[in-house]
């Protein structure tokens, strides 16, 4: 039997408005009825954390099929271990200017972001709003907030990106802390 490591599971676009509503009680019971262990959530925007023995690539698949037969709808998951999630907190490379962790997300990537999207970025004006990016990590700054961020609506017209989740520090430390 393989070592089991903890997850955290972002789910991509659900509790958003009206449609593709998931109850977390819901939630944590079919992730547990599907043999995941300590299974917790947080907040109602799709953040769970689990323990499998089961790899990256057939964990996000078997979650991804278990909601849509349960509840109707696909929905996209990206995963962090522990570790990687560690990681994230410990890099934090906007430290010295991010102040408000409500203001300040991580956008988790599936896959690292293609040049031609960093190229787009590079040559985009977005104001006092800062960015890093670290693998399948992209760090957002919007001192401003985020609804009138230039980079958040810069980012929302560019097309052909990787599938992508954004959470708020905030959130992305209580999860580290509901890993540990």
């Known amino acids: ?100 962790g409500s203001k300040y997300v991580v956008s988790f990537l599936a896959r690292p972001l293609d040049m031609s999207i960093e190229d787009e970025l590079a040559g985009a004006e977005l104001g006092a709003d800062r960015y890093a990016v670290d693998g399948t990590e992209m760090y957002i700054w919007c001192p401003g907030g985020l609804r009138d961020s230039p980079l958040m609506k810069t980012l929302g017209r560019m097309k052909g990106g990787p599938p992508s989740t954004v959470r708020n520090w905030n959130t992305v430390e209580k999860l580290l802390a509901m890993m540990q």
């Open 1 to 100: 039997m393989r070592e089991l490591v903890r997850y955290a599971v972002f789910l991509r676009g659900i509790n958003l408005g009206k449609a593709r509503r998931v109850a977390m009680a819901d939630l944590r019971r079919l992730l547990t009825e599907e043999g995941y262990d300590n299974v917790a959530s947080l907040l109602q925007s799709g953040n769970v954390v689990l323990d499998t023995d089961r790899p990256p690539a057939e964990l996000g698949t078997s979650i991804e099929q278990a909601i849509e037969k349960r509840f109707g709808f696909a929905v996209g998951v990206i995963l962090r271990s522990r570790d990687e999630l560690a990681r994230v907190v410990a890099k934090n490379p906007l430290l010295d200017v991010a102040d408000d």
